[in-house]
């Protein structure tokens, strides 16, 4: 038993045995080395919520009390010129009436001549026609002989002043077309006048050709204008390609009678002319 025993207790003893290797734990892993410290951040309040800003005004309301009485007092004065001015306009084109009757005379100062309207534009049968008013002299010139200019087209002189100026004047625009048609329509076909405004529309007209003459030095240096002759030269506005309407083309010219040059014509116009030469 005790030689049992011994050999026992010998066995169990050897560490090369699969018991005594089992019975031993088995090695703890290696932990991973410390982190180096590291300070907490400070402790940082946060900012309040942002609070909303008022509603900006903007136009008259963003103007201080005073200014914006003044501003009320400025669009009020504007929109009765404009009320004002419509009014004048609507009476001006409308039929006659007790209004007009009455008024007529103020009517007229307020429209012409910057605001005059012309109708003709709108009628069912438009002017379909291109009037030219043209007109010469008989001079004296400075050695005493008498001679004729040539043609002097003032139509075509007003249109290349207007063309591609962005602001005409409203004589370029209205003054020779007007003192036109007022020859016209106070004179018949024989170029007689109706009344009294039949010798006023060719002093108008003639005036106005004498002033054009004289500024472009009409028969040259030192000539003096004695006789003018006007004309007018009327062409049917061609109709466009795609049309199939035939329209004669060819102008037609009215001429009207010499008219002397009074003395109550020359000095406007050398006034006229001295004030373009001084320029």
């Not at 011994?6 to 090695?27: F, H, I, K, L, V």
């Not at 669009?75 to 004002?84: H, I």
């Not at 048609?181 to 405004?197: C, I, K, Q, T, W």
Request: proline letters at 10%.
């Amino acid at each position: 038993m005790d030689a049992y025993d011994e050999g026992s207790s010998a066995r169990a003893a050897r560490p090369d045995t699969p018991s005594s290797a089992a019975a031993q734990p088995a090695p703890a892993e290696a932990e991973p080395p410390p982190l180096p410290f590291q300070a907490e951040p400070p402790f940082q309040a946060q900012p309040p919520p942002p609070q909303a800003l008022p509603a900006r005004r903007a136009g008259i309301a963003a103007l201080s009390f005073r200014y914006q009485i003044v501003a009320a007092l400025a669009l009020g004065t504007v929109a009765l010129a404009a009320c004002a001015h419509l009014a004048m306009v609507f009476l001006h084109v409308a039929p006659s009436n007790t209004v007009t009757k009455q008024h007529g005379q103020a009517i007229d100062d307020w429209i012409y001549p910057e605001f005059e309207q012309n109708w003709k534009l709108f009628a069912p049968n438009p002017l379909q026609q291109n009037i030219s008013v043209q007109a010469r002299a008989e001079v004296r010139t400075a050695d005493g002989a008498v001679r004729r200019t040539g043609w002097y087209d003032l139509s075509a002189q007003d249109g290349a002043a207007i063309d591609g100026n962005l602001l005409p004047s409203h004589t370029q625009q209205n003054e020779l077309r007007r003192a036109w048609d007022f020859y016209v329509s106070s004179h018949d076909a024989e170029n007689r006048p109706a009344g009294l405004r039949g010798d006023l529309s060719e002093r108008y007209i003639r005036r106005i050709v004498l002033l054009r003459l004289d500024r472009e030095n009409a028969g040259g240096r030192g000539a003096v204008i004695e006789r003018v002759q006007v004309r007018s030269r009327t062409a049917n506005v061609a109709p466009p390609e795609w049309s199939d309407e035939k329209i004669d083309t060819r102008p037609v010219f009215r001429e009207l009678p010499w008219w002397p040059v009074t003395p109550d014509d020359v000095p406007l116009a050398r006034d006229v002319k001295a004030e373009v030469d001084a320029r």
